[in-house]
Each structure stands twice: as structure tokens, then as C-alpha cells.
């Protein structure tokens, strides 16, 4: 029947997007975020991720159309999904007899161009799109194919990567007893009958297949970054420029979860590898910098950076672990930080050795959480922006693999410090 799909990829399509629990969900920003830079890479008006729901489409993020859904009928996204193409394009709608009567064409917005990529599922299975619409008909070269493609399959990352979350979320509710009929459902919708303490006792197997999901797709943001510099490089664009420095920095915090992730049972386990060398201070100084400053411009907050004598200082020790653990401090301060206020990061040397400080205002940590935050995936709770505990466990058992430690000092509604300190040992002028 015209304007309905297949029953068959109908069925699959809507199992798939009950275990993602998805559908109907509030705007989460960073779907709102991904749409914003689609729309304004490719300069379209229109930008969306579309999800096909039995009769309708349901937008989970949109830019230009300011409507949260329609009918499956004007979809032209189910054309894109049912295609083979890996970008399904129509360069003019007026001249296309799939979309020549459709109401979004004859009518408001009066679309006169589609491009999608479909969202393809590790199991195989359409369940949407990534899209651009426009006014005028027009064309997308390879290039812009390939970066749309890209694009989409980071769309699926982020779904498989909520869906781990919320399953991450379910354990520690259950651990605490908290646990709800919420719990009941997603392992129904998975379609798993494993026993639910069963299953949520599997935490290295979560993370074992978080960490598969996450490092799949790495290699397409980062071709996106090559291929947006490509794009910059053909023609000069400081827009173009930025978005690409963007994308290669929400590159590197994948990564680092990545590798988060994936330490964590190696700290459990005690084998938490360091690669001593000497290496300049500086040079930490300044990748810390480079690193957070877009992130601290987006989250509308300040970096200041005290370094009395420090560019002087060479240190032994394994510098990305240093940096990694220092990047979760930093990161943390940002995420807790209100917009305009300031996050100081110090450094000092004393007899005892050196030590680093990152210093936040904010909401603070209860005293008797104190104790907790260093555990690993310990929530704290506040309903705000929750965890603290993943990023936090990694960067103690850096110091203490340098032969230091990380302590905290809060106050509630003041100022949060945390401290690294790494023994005179490890430095060198």
C-alpha cells in the first residue's frame, strides 16, 4: 500500500527502537548539537534525525522545521531507508514522481531538495535518517556524501552508547535497591531472559562491548575531521575551520572515554601500565590548554592557568597518563563549572614535590560523599549532571602509579579542589 512500509522491516524497525527507548524522549543536546553542525556543514535550512514509527516519522532532533513529527506518508526518509544507496538524494523534488505530490513540497516548507543517510543498526536494520532539506534544488558532491555518511553512523554510535548508559544507570540503582519496573522493561525490549541480577552483575562484559561499540565509529569521525579539512583547504572557510577543530576535539574525548572505559578493570585488577620518560612541563601545559579550550568557550566558562615557574620543569613520568588523568580533573571542573564563572588550574613545587590543583565554584560535594567519588561508576545523585566517579578512579591510580596521590577538598554550594601531587623523585630542572 502506498505511503506504508513493509511489515517485516516494519517489526524489526520497532524492536529495535524500543530497546534504544528512544521514541517520544526529551531534546538532549548532543543530538541538538550534531543537527546544528549538519545544517550549517552543508549550509541547509533544514536539518534532522528522523526516526520511522509505525504510521508517523518522530524527529528526535531538528533544526528549521520546528515540528516534532508527521505522517509516515510525506516521510521521504522512508524512501532513503528503504533504498540501497548509502546517501539517497533527490536533487529536485518537483521532479521526482516519489516526492512531486508530497504535501511538504506542494505545501510548506516547500521542499525542494533531500539528501539522507540512512541509520543503520549493527544488526542491519533501517531505523532512520540523518537529513538535510532545502529550498532549492542542488547537488552534494562525494565528498559531502561520505561526510553525511559518516555523520550517521555517529548518530548510531550515540544511540548504542545511551543505551549502555541507561543499562549502567540500571546496576547502580540496583546495587543501591532502587531498582524500578524501568528495569524490567529494557531487558524485555532486548529481548534478553538472562536472570536481572544475572545480567547486571556482567559489568565487565558491559564494558567490554561499550568499548567495541565506542571504537568502531572512531574511524569515521575522524575521517569527517580529514575530510572537513579537505573541504576548508578546497575553499577557506573559518567556519568550516572551526566545526573541523570541533569535530577532531569531540574526537579525542571519545577516545579518552574509550579509554576510560577500558581501564577500568585494568585498575581493578592492579595492572594500571606506566611509560616513565623524561618530557617538559610545558609541553603537558600547553596540550592541557589546547585540549579544553573549546570546551570551556562552549560550556561558557574560563580557564586560568597559574604556572610560576613551571615551563622550567622537566618531570619523569608517563605523560599521556598524565594527561589523562589531568583531563579528567579539568573536564569535570567544566562540567560542574556555572557559565561565567572561573576554574583555576595551579601548579607548584614544594619540598615535598609537585603538586597540581583544579580549583571550581559550583553546587560541591556533600562531606559525605567525600569518601565515594573515587569509586568507580558512583553516581552522585544530585539530579544535576551525575558521575563523577569513572573519570575521578582513573586519575588516582595515575598519581599513586607515580608514587602520589589525588585528595579533594568541597563545600556545598563553594569551592571544590582537587589535588594531584606527584613526589620530588619525579622532578627534574
Not at 189 to 197: I, R, S
Not at 271 to 283: G, N, V
Not at 418 to 423: A, G, Y
Amino acid at each position: 500500500m502506498a505511503g506504508m512500509l513493509s511489515s517485516s522491516s516494519e517489526a524489526a524497525r520497532a524492536l529495535t527502537l524500543q530497546r534504544y527507548n528512544i521514541l517520544d524522549t526529551p531534546r538532549e543536546l548532543e543530538f541538538d548539537r550534531l543537527v546544528e553542525l549538519v545544517s550549517k556543514v552543508f549550509h541547509a535550512p533544514i536539518a534532522l534525525i528522523s526516526f520511522l514509527d509505525g504510521e508517523r516519522q518522530w524527529f528526535k532532533a531538528e533544526v528549521g522545521l520546528g515540528i516534532d513529527s508527521t505522517e509516515i506518508g510525506c516521510s521521504i526518509c522512508r524512501h532513503a531507508v528503504e533504498s540501497d544507496a548509502p546517501v539517497f538524494v533527490i536533487g529536485d523534488t518537483l521532479l521526482d514522481e516519489k516526492t512531486a505530490a508530497n504535501r511538504l513540497v506542494t505545501g510548506e516548507p516547500k521542499v525542494r531538495f533531500y539528501a539522507g543517510a540512512s541509520l543503520i543498526t549493527h544488526e542491519g536494520v533501517g531505523v532512520g535518517t540523518l537529513c538535510i532539506l532545502d529550498y532549492v534544488p542542488r547537488q552534494l558532491d562525494p565528498h559531502q556524501k561520505e561526510l553525511l555518511a559518516s555523520l550517521a553512523r555517529q548518530v548510531v554510535l550515540m544511540l548504542e552508547a545511551r543505551t549502555r548508559l541507561e543499562i549502567r544507570d540500571l546496576e547502580n540503582n540496583f546495587l543501591r535497591g532502587e531498582a524500578v519496573v524501568r528495569v524490567e522493561e529494557l531487558q524485555a525490549a532486548q529481548n534478553e531472559g538472562a536472570d536481572l541480577k544475572v545480567k547486571l552483575a556482567e559489568r565487565k562484559d558491559v564494558l567490554a562491548i561499550v568499548t567495541h561499540d565506542l571504537r568502531s565509529p572512531m574511524t569515521a569521525i575522524t575521517l569527517v575531521g580529514h575530510l572537513m579539512k579537505e573541504m576548508a583547504a578546497r575553499e577557506p572557510s573559518p567556519t568550516i575551520e572551526k566545526l573541523s577543530s570541533l569535530l577532531v576535539s569531540a574526537s579525542d574525548d571519545m577516545s579518552r572515554l574509550v579509554a576510560d572505559l577500558t581501564d577500568i578493570s585494568v585498575i581493578e585488577q592492579g595492572q594500571l601500565r606506566m611509560k616513565f620518560e623524561i618530557f617538559a612541563m610545558a609541553d603537558l601545559v600547553e596540550s592541557l590548554k589546547l585540549s579544553h579550550a573549546m570546551l570551556a568557550e562552549d560550556a561558557g566558562v574560563l580557564l586560568r592557568f597559574d604556572l610560576p615557574e613551571v615551563f622550567s620543569l622537566m618531570l619523569k613520568g608517563d605523560p599521556y597518563r598524565l594527561r589523562q588523568a589531568l583531563s579528567n580533573l579539568v573536564g569535570n571542573a567544566i562540567r560542574y563549572t556555572p557559565k561565567g564563572e572561573t576554574i583555576a588550574i595551579g601548579f607548584n613545587r614544594s619540598h615535598e614535590g609537585f603538586s597540581i590543583t583544579v580549583t571550581n565554584p559550583g553546587v560541591g560535594i556533600a562531606p559525605e560523599s567525600l569518601d565515594r567519588i573515587f569509586d568507580h561508576f558512583w553516581s552522585e545523585g544530585t539530579g544535576l549532571k551525575r558521575g563523577r566517579g569513572i573519570g575521578l578512579s582513573i586519575a588516582r591510580a595515575v598519581a599513586r602509579g607515580h608514587g602520589g596521590e589525588i585528595s579533594v577538598s568541597s563545600e556545598v554550594g563553594g569551592l571544590t579542589t582537587f589535588k594531584m601531587t606527584i613526589p620530588s623523585r619525579g622532578i627534574s630542572d
